[in-house]
């Protein structure tokens, strides 16, 4: 490399170094100029002058309303928030009460999970999470529709 690249490499490297603290320098003074215009900084406070600022309330995740777990959907019975807890870290609670299943199965799913998903060992946790699942949202005895009895088939002409 010649001594005009090497100087061009250089100058190239001043350039960004400036334009790097010319940015850095005008958010550090877009603050300072902002803070000393709004020093309480109320533009994040709700006031009742300002309707259009809108402050959504906290809301409690954990909170139950009319026996329904509100974030998840699950029902309010003895071991919700370890299911909650333990099984819509990874999935929707949704997948969890559409796979109704008696205990045999559940167990037989959780180690798939263990096995294949990297669920973590639930401990004696897992006996609480299969009570709940089977206790709430036990296996239903028809499916969508009725089997199919007595009818009459016949062929397509084409």
């Known amino acids: 490399m010649d001594k005009h690249e090497e100087f061009r490499k250089s100058v190239r490297q001043i350039r960004r170094l400036f ?3 010319f940015t850095v320098f005008g958010l550090i003074s877009g603050g300072v100029l902002y803070l000393m215009m709004d020093p ?9 002058s300002d309707p259009t600022f809108v ?12 026996g329904i777990h509100v974030r998840t959907g699950l029902k309010d019975a003895e071991g919700l928030m ?10 929707s609670a949704k997948l969890v009460t559409q796979n109704r299943m008696n205990k045999e199965r559940w167990a037989a799913t959780i180690d ?16 609480v999470i299969i009570n709940y699942l ?3 949202y036990p296996p239903r005895e ?3 529709r009725e089997r199919l009895i007595n009818i009459a088939w016949y062929d397509l002409e084409q």
Not at 40 to 48: A, E, M, P, V
């Open 40 to 48: 309480d900084l109320s533009i994040f406070k709700k006031t009742s």
């Open 82 to 91: 370890v299911v909650v807890y333990n099984c819509t870290n990874c999935h």
């Open 19 to 21: 334009v790097l603290l």
């Open 142 to 144: 028809k499916g969508r």
């Open 112 to 127: 798939w999970m263990q096995e294949t998903q990297n669920l973590w060992d639930l401990g004696s946790n897992e006996e």
């Open 134 to 136: 089977v206790t709430n």
């Open 55 to 66: 402050v959504i309330p906290e809301e409690d995740e954990d909170r139950i309303e009319n």
